[in-house]
């Protein structure tokens, strides 16, 4: 099979995007895993398809694909390259969309400045819908907002705090971001039973009220080098827990990341960052992968 695609990215969080507005490809998760690998295909964290507005009020359908093949709720980074491409393509001139998700609905808004923003809905704390399950772990509060000990084996307990923003995320605060052992406790929170659908992983390093520094082990694809609903979550949790202001400067390694959000559980979180165009290019897919 032979397509075009563009390879974009957000903060260092990279993809290659799909237009599947006049046809679906049909690609299987063998060929979106070849799609991502970056020694046999394109390289990317994740894959993102352009799809038709499949119902009234609505601009685009927004699909992601994790570099393993498998098909996620949401990417923050993604969706803001998701409304450059629209609109570097032609595909609309509004500077504001709304486009489905696998969950629900997001609101894209381009800047003048070139940066974009991106309404990712209110956080989700409802257990049964991150979904996570935390029978059997010990938990505290901090700040009257439930906090839960992983056991990591060898690697002692993770405190972490839960909360979806269209994806689970686990988020535990550390001294030093630059030194903790992400590639060794992301994996094994990723994994952890009390996450039936995994969970990301969130290394948050608090500098001040207003800034953190932030890394992230994404489901399905390792650790990247930022993750736009990892910061919104980080940033949640540290308001919940009372850490963090409303706005926050996030710095992951790819980039800064702006989030903003009101404190209430049904104020809508936003994000504002960087989105590039990086190439185009042309591949031929093989249709018999393992």
């Not at 970056?38 to 699909?63: K, M, N, T």
Request: negative net charge; glycine residues 10%.
């Amino acid at each position: 099979m032979h397509i075009r695609f563009t390879k974009m990215q957000g903060a260092g969080n990279d993809f290659v995007v799909l237009d599947e507005t006049q046809a679906r490809l049909g690609l299987s998760t063998a060929q979106y895993r070849f799609l991502a690998d970056r020694h046999f295909g394109v390289g990317a964290d994740q894959i993102l398809s352009v799809r038709p507005a499949p119902a009234p009020g609505l601009d685009f359908e927004y699909v992601i694909h994790n570099a393993d093949g498998g098909e996620v709720e949401h990417c923050g980074n993604g969706a803001r390259c998701f409304v450059r491409y629209v609109r570097d393509k032609g595909l609309t001139d509004k500077s504001t969309v709304r486009v489905k998700v696998q969950k629900g609905e997001i609101e894209l808004t381009m800047n003048p400045d070139g940066r974009v923003t991106v309404d990712m809905a209110a956080p989700v704390f409802d257990w049964a819908l991150v979904p996570f399950n935390p029978i059997g772990l010990i938990s505290d509060q901090v700040n009257a907002w439930p906090v839960f000990d992983l056991d990591l084996g060898t690697q002692g307990l993770a405190r972490v705090g839960v909360v979806s923003m269209g994806n689970p995320h686990a988020v535990q605060r550390v001294d030093n971001v630059d030194t903790f052992p992400v590639l060794v406790q992301g994996p094994l929170i990723e994994n952890h039973p009390a996450f039936p659908n995994r969970v990301n992983a969130g290394f948050m390093q608090i500098v001040s009220r207003s800034q953190i520094k932030l890394r992230v082990f994404e489901r399905g694809a390792g650790e990247t080098l930022a993750c736009g609903t990892g910061a919104c979550a980080a940033v949640v949790a540290g308001i919940r827990q009372g850490w963090l202001d409303s706005r926050v400067d996030v710095q992951a390694l790819g980039g800064l990341l702006t989030i903003e959000w009101a404190g209430q559980a049904d104020s809508p979180v936003l994000m504002t960052g960087p989105a590039t165009s990086v190439f185009e290019g042309e591949i031929d897919v093989p249709n018999t992968l393992s």
